[in-house]
């Protein structure tokens, strides 16, 4: 099965947030409401010896989804391409799933009373095109693909990176798909911090 997920070169990434003004755009996503969020890591370190980088998070496309085994209707699933997604028709809006996220990633859509998420723009990305993330981003930091072929994207950019600088957010045995690189040349990758 197919697995579908992003690259965030970390290296690349300028922390400019037009990956999420392009998904809130293009997703019609609420105000104060995030399916895509750039989060400021460090400063770390002493003077004149800082370092930092932006960490865009995201729905991470875990292997074994927690959302997705708690839901109780089935709204939460993944998907004939192995996408993690939410069908709104038949979520009840018991926020299960946002607890079972240990990333935090899920959102609630107050008018819709339903649990909304990154879909990477399936709407675009299931007609061979990229996720607006990933289109838009100015720095050419995102790649996005089916991260068992080695022909996409995705795997080309985690191919050409050296393995001490491929990372992931913590896994608590959910397995998550979404990789960031990150040299050490650029900064310490902080876990959990």
Known sequence: MAHYAIVVDLDRCIGCHGCEIACKNENNIALGEYWNKVV?????????????????????????????????TGASYRDADGMVLVDKEKCIGCKYCMMACPYGVRSWNAAESVVEKCTLCAHLSKNGELPMCVRTCSAGARFYGDIDDPSSDASK???????????????VGNHPATHYILSPKRAAWKEGE
Not at 44 to 65: H, I, K, N, R
């Open 40 to 72: 400021e890591r460090g400063p770390f370190g002493e003077y004149p010896d800082l370092e930092m980088y932006f960490l865009p998070t995201m729905c991470q496309q875990c292997q074994d989804a927690p959302c997705v085994n708690v839901c109780p």
């Open 157 to 171: 950019a985690l191919a050409a990176a050296d393995p001490a600088s491929i990372h992931t957010l913590q896994d």
